[in-house]
């Protein structure tokens, strides 16, 4: 995919001005977003993401197009997955309302620099490491094993790791809160609990990011789309926070739908290191004759786990509380 340096540029320059614009209109007026404001910033968010798709098709094809859509729905779904934790780290450090998009933009600014930070590691080891999609997938299957053996009820309360602990405990710190990060108290510079707060989420936000990016390196090796890919998944993922609080709650089989996503893309990623591989000591450094899977595959297999994921969710929950009312 020849990329030239403009539309790098450009990419990335309408990305920058779209969060810049979401950074000034949040610090002018904190508050808790109408569904009606939600629905049509989101509804931008994903119309932008299909027509993009549209254009890569036109313009390079219907494979590459395959890819962008599947790495697409595949950031998607983690970040939905990411929501979950975030929802918890809100509860536990009590954030009102009002101060809660400005937490998630900080957040989501986070990401979108450790991620960019990742992409460009992953796009380095790839054309240089051919090996290293044996790490990547078996860091998926790894990963996803996890996430079906805890599944979410490990998850009903935020724990602070020992970095945010140690910050917390080293750093003067107000309980007064604002959308500052920094403010000064009896002629100190503080901390603010947004700071402590924006703190948490990128430290969360590091963790998904080593899981998203082999996870979506799997479904296409072009930095361009991987990049694309994770900037619409994360522009519209502080409307997700607000519209989808109360669904999120009820998606009780997201954790195992992941699994099984991302332990296919792990299975993908080792017939494609097996089909590439130059290891000395496989196959005496030959290619192994294992098939590559279609991305056409590949995009429909993400379309049904996520949609029977939904589904299943939405309907035990329905369940559960039709037998909770006849109890």
């Known amino acids: 995919m020849n990329v030239a340096t403009w539309q790098w540029f450009l990419t990335i320059g309408i990305a920058a001005a779209v969060l810049l614009f979401d950074v000034v209109m949040i610090a002018r007026n904190p508050h808790r977003p109408s569904t009606k404001e939600l629905t049509i910033t989101l509804s931008f968010y994903v119309g932008a993401a299909i027509l993009f798709g549209v ?47 400005t937490a998630l933009m900080w ?16 796009a380095a080891a790839i054309n240089n490491f051919s090996w290293v999609f044996y790490i990547f997938g078996a860091f998926l299957i790894y990963t996803a094993f996890k996430l079906a053996t805890e599944g979410e009820s490990d998850d009903e309360e935020y724990e602070e790791n020992r970095f945010m602990k140690w910050v917390e405990s080293t750093f003067p710190s107000t309980k007064e809160w604002s959308t500052k990060l920094l403010t000064k108290e009896n002629g100190k510079r503080v901390l603010t609990p947004l700071f402590i707060v924006v703190l948490a989420l990128g430290t969360t936000d590091l963790l998904f990011a080593l899981d998203s990016i082999p996870a979506i390196y799997g479904l296409t090796q072009e930095p361009y789309l991987v990049l694309t890919a994770n900037l619409f998944a994360l522009m519209g993922l502080r409307q997700l926070y607000f519209l ?17 996503l991302l332990a296919f893309i ?24 294992v098939p590559d899977i279609p991305i056409a595959v590949s995009l429909g297999a993400i379309v049904v786990i996520l949609g029977i994921t939904t589904v299943a969710s939405l309907w035990k929950t329905r369940r559960d509380e039709k037998a909770e009312i006849n109890a």
Request: net charge negative; aromatic share 14%; no cysteine.
């Open 55 to 101: 254009w890569v098709w036109l313009s390079h094809g219907s494979q590459l197009a395959g890819e962008f859509y599947a790495g697409w729905l595949t950031e998607y779904s983690l970040s939905v997955d990411n929501l979950f934790i975030f929802l918890l780290i809100m509860a536990k450090f009590a954030v009102p309302e009002k101060f809660q998009q």
């Open 107 to 122: 957040g989501i600014i986070i990401a979108i620099v450790l991620r960019g930070i990742f992409i460009a590691v992953g």
């Open 244 to 260: 989808l609080g109360g669904l999120l709650q009820k998606l009780v089989y997201l954790s195992l739908g992941l699994s099984v």
């Open 266 to 289: 792990g299975v993908k990623l080792i017939l494609h290191a097996l089909h590439e591989n130059e290891l000395p000591f496989l196959n005496g450094g030959e290619h192994f004759n």
